[in-house]
C-alpha cells in the first residue's frame, strides 16, 4: 500500500492502538494490540494547536515538547518538504509511561502526519521501518500498525512480522500501577548476559507463546509466558509483577507479565466470565500497595493502519 497524495492533502484521522509487548519470554519480538486507542484528526491551520481530552490531557496538549509534533516536523525538513502547521484533535486512551505502547502509537501518528502532509508517498512498509528505527525494536510498533498478536524481527531497515489474530473470546486486564517508569529505567537494571539455562528456558517459552495465541491454547498460555530474560531483573521496580505472577493457571487467569517494560502487568482471561473472578483475585493480591487502576479490554485485530481515513477539507 502507498501513501501518496494527489493536491493538497486536506484532513486526516488516525486510531492506533495500545500494546502490551514481549508478553514475557518474547523480549523485543513479540506484541498484541489493544483495544484502547489514541485517536487523532488533524488538518492544516495557520499555526500548530492541539486540543486534547482523555487520559495525560495536559502533557498531550502541549505544543513542546511534543513526540508526535517533534517527529512530524523532523520528517518535514528532513524529506525536505515545507513545515505545514496543524490544527490536532486527540482523545489519548493510552496511558503514558506504563508499558502499553503509547510511544510507539505516538511515533507511528508522526509519521503517519508527515507521510500524508508532506506527501512523501511512503508505502506502509516504509512507514512501520521507520517507526521500528525510531523506538530501537520492532514488536510494539509492528503490533499498533498491523494489530492482532505479532512477531517482529529487524534485518537492516527491514522488517519481518508474523501476524496472528487472537482468539476472540479470551480477555486482557491491564494493572496499572499509579506511577510511571521510563523505559530506559526498566532496561538499564538487564543484565549483559544470560546462563544458557535461562536462555533455553525462555526460547522453550517464546516457541509456544505463538501457537498459544494462534490455536486458542488455554493449556499452554501459563507456561508460554514464563520469563527469565527481563522480569525477575525488572520485579524490584514493578512491584505489582511479584504479586500477579503466582495467579497464572487460577482464578481464571491463564498467564500474567509486565506489559512491555513494566510498570503496568498483563492478565489475561479465558473468557468474558473470568474477568469478575480474576479481578477479585488481582485486588486481595494487591493489598497493602497503592490501589491499583484495573484497565479491562479486548484484543485488538485492527492496526492503525485499518484505522487511518483521509477526510474531505
Known sequence: MNFASSGNAGRIRLRLPATSANLGPGFDAAAIALDFFLEIEAEPAAEFSIAAVGRDRDRCSRLEPNLILDL???LLKENGRPEIPLA???NNGIPLGMGCGSSAAGRLAGIALAVHFGQLGWSSDQILEEACILEGHPDNAAACWLGGFVTAACEGRTVHVARVLPPTEWRAIVVLQPDPLPTS?????LPSSYSRLDAVTNIQSVAMLGLAFAQARTDLLRVAMQDRIH???????????PRLLPLAGSHGILGAALSG????VLVIT???DSVAQASSAIRIALKGLPEPELLICRFSPLGAIQGMERLQA
Open 261 to 264: 517494560a513494566g510498570p503496568s
Open 185 to 189: 529505567k526498566a532496561r538499564a537494571v
Open 72 to 74: 512530524y516536523r523532523r
Open 231 to 241: 522480569q525477575p531483573y525488572r520485579a524490584p521496580i514493578c512491584p505489582l509483577l
Open 270 to 272: 479465558a473468557s468474558e
Open 88 to 90: 490536532v484533535r486527540m
